[in-house]
């Protein structure tokens, strides 16, 4: 079957034709996938995509298990692409977080792909923005994006998507860290889960009283609302979820979720979003291609006589830098 | 003053001069770090440059504090480049925690100086390497680079670090996530920091049942010892270092430092490292030239165009990531 029938049985929602093109495009042959996300991304767009992101030991997978089964209750189909931290030593994802996920194997609503993140600490796959568009374009009503919530990890999720959920449960350091990190800065909608654990209204009311009354999404952004559209100030939920599976305040989230699609469609903020979404994946994919062209000179001879003159304090490393940036071969 | 006399006056062992030109290259124009760091640069690679990173709360600032004591104490003269994520949208540093260091403030064998990560949240600033740079040409014995550890971060100082230290703390999230998080991948010594908690002894277990017994540093690189050189095996320690000014294991992991040092010069390691870590810097510095032109087309016609044909679906990413990339001046 060549590339083009595969793209054709994707779109018509083929869930095995979908798991076959996410391989293709892990396999990352570039010339492969720039085809397939090609063929793929003008049938894209319609899928609300919700990033779900949080430090390790907040629950995200239950979290993630337990918005899915409201979802599906509610008659929406959803995919989840869980972003797995390889640890480049051991080599292989840890997925036992995932099995739970797996109750929902024979529902043709539910489709849940775990992708490694290859090499990166936290943040996205590389591959994360073109299976997010084989999902998207696959006629999924929600897609998740899980990932574990260290560094750039939040920052990249909330790029990729409309709607980014911040998860934190109490004990895990106080919301001045949070603070610290920035993650108020990206998060739409933030979960203090495990919520029946000792410290969890403190962990909410540090949160709330984090927050700056009428510093809201677009205030923050500089942009003007349409007539009637309030701001929107992040809110602050409550989650019992765990790996045994109950769950509360789950419904509660599940309709935050969907009121910021709401609010970014009155808004005008969900096209904004989209264009400076695509603006920072364009900037990216540019900066790959950069990368990809200075990792193959990795173990070169250029490249390994310049950082030999650095190291022995014979050429600084700004002189250098510009000789082999400009032995880089850029098409124009 | 000139640029030139003030880094003759920094390679002298000038304080003032030192702050005065660090803060010229945390003004970042481009031209000017330049020009300073291909002067400090031939005078720069004497100094043990050791890396501190962990987790927000476990306490990294009062371990560097006590460690800076204990190596004043034995003579020796320490800079201290504190790395602090900034928050983009309160635009500060939060610094509280860097204030008992200054308990050393009319200590000329002591330098501590803040460095805001500006709009990075975790990892390096952009000024670290020209700054560790400049700590190391103005004649420390030691350069301490501390940052809080969240996803890129601990590999980030590793690759500017002759010795990588990552601490931890006790009930911060067991040790097979810091295993998830790669962590043990990049630290030359594991540290468990507050080690007179509940929960120091399984901390300290679970790490040294993670090590893997005769895959040291070497070994995991396919490097071949000297004879008579055994590899290293990243040794685990505990230490109690808190903010009220207590402190013990920190005498022993001085010594596991110095331990590390001696082992990377028998080993060739050193020169090794340093080469690895020139062709590291080289590829990240032709790479930030060319984030730097792909910034300065943000918010431009080309962009913002490519940007709405894309989010309008008339355009794939990759295509036009192509055009844009193509409209790069890289010269040649």
Chains 1, 2 share one sequence.
Do not use: C
């Amino acid at each position: 079957m060549d590339d083009a029938e595969l793209v054709e049985q994707v779109s018509r929602g083929d869930r095995r034709a979908l798991a076959r093109l996410l391989s293709h495009i892990e396999d990352g042959r570039e010339e492969r996938v720039r085809a397939l996300v090609a063929a793929l991304h003008p049938v894209s767009g319609s899928a609300h995509l919700v990033g779900l992101t949080g430090a390790p030991g907040v629950g995200k997978s239950s979290l993630a298990a337990a918005l899915v089964a409201h979802w599906r209750a509610q008659g929406h189909s959803v995919a989840v692409l869980a972003i797995d931290p390889t640890s480049p030593f051991t080599g292989g994802a840890l997925l036992g977080d995932r099995v739970r996920l797996e109750r929902h194997v024979l529902d043709d609503g539910v489709f849940v792909r775990s992708m490694a993140t290859r090499g990166h600490l936290g943040g996205l796959s590389w591959a994360a923005p073109p299976a997010l568009v084989a999902l998207d374009a696959a006629g999924f009503d929600i897609v998740v994006v899980e990932t574990v919530g260290v560094g750039q990890a939040e920052v990249e999720v909330a790029a990729v998507a409309d709607t980014t959920i911040v998860g934190l449960a109490p004990g895990m350091g106080d919301a001045v860290q949070a603070a610290k990190a920035g993650i108020l800065e990206v998060a739409d909608v933030l979960v203090v889960n495990k919520a029946d654990r000792p410290g969890a209204d403190r962990a909410l009311r540090d949160l709330a009283d984090l927050q700056e009354p009428g510093i809201g999404t677009a205030a923050r952004q500089g942009l003007t609302l349409p007539d009637g559209v309030e701001d929107w100030d992040p809110p602050v939920r409550a989650t019992v979820a765990t790996a045994t599976g109950e769950a509360s305040g789950v419904g509660a989230l599940a309709q935050t979720v969907a009121a910021h699609r709401d609010w970014l469609a009155r808004s005008g903020l969900a096209r904004h979003r989209a264009r400076a979404r695509a603006a920072l994946q364009l900037r990216e994919l540019a900066q790959a291609a950069v990368r990809g062209r200075l990792g193959a000179m990795a173990g070169g001879t250029l490249l390994d006589d310049l950082a030999a003159q650095v190291a022995d304090r014979v050429l600084d490393p700004y002189t250098a830098a510009d000789r082999l940036l400009a032995a880089l071969e850029i098409e124009r």
